[in-house]
């Protein structure tokens, strides 16, 4: 008689069929999964707006024109005699911006959002808050003012 190898019957022996119970485990599984979606969460697709009514979207506005910090000064670049003391300033143009800080110039687009507004240079997202009725204007968490 051949010696039965670690990896299973010897090709002279045949192995009984069990019961599979795979089939009664995934349909249970599944009925689970059913019956606890609606605790886990609603997953509907929010409804559509009533008719004739407009979707809530952000109302903030976004401000236009050149604007300088107001409070501080901030190292802007080098000279010839050590460092230089300016104001930052930002420009909005559409919903462009142009932002000169330290002794860098960068570019993006703003998004509005239900806060303010955003926009975004490199992995920096910078946050603006707009009031058009004063004009003021948060920029990166500083105050800005309108210098034309």
Known sequence: ??????SGPTPHTTQQSQPSYRLPCVAALGLAALLLAPACGNSDPPADPPAGSTPQRPTAQLPQGEYESVLDTYN???GPDGPVYGHEH????G???TWD???V????T???TDEGF????GARTVLGRYDADTGDLIWDGKPFRKTQ
């Open 110 to 112: 703003c998004r509005k």
């Open 90 to 93: 930002v420009t909005f143009e």
């Open 101 to 103: 800080h330290s002794d």
């Open 118 to 121: 955003e926009a975004v240079f």
């Open 95 to 97: 919903n462009e911006v």
């Open 76 to 78: 802007i670049g080098y």
């Open 1 to 6: 008689m051949p010696r039965p190898n670690a």
């Open 105 to 108: 110039r960068e570019r993006s």
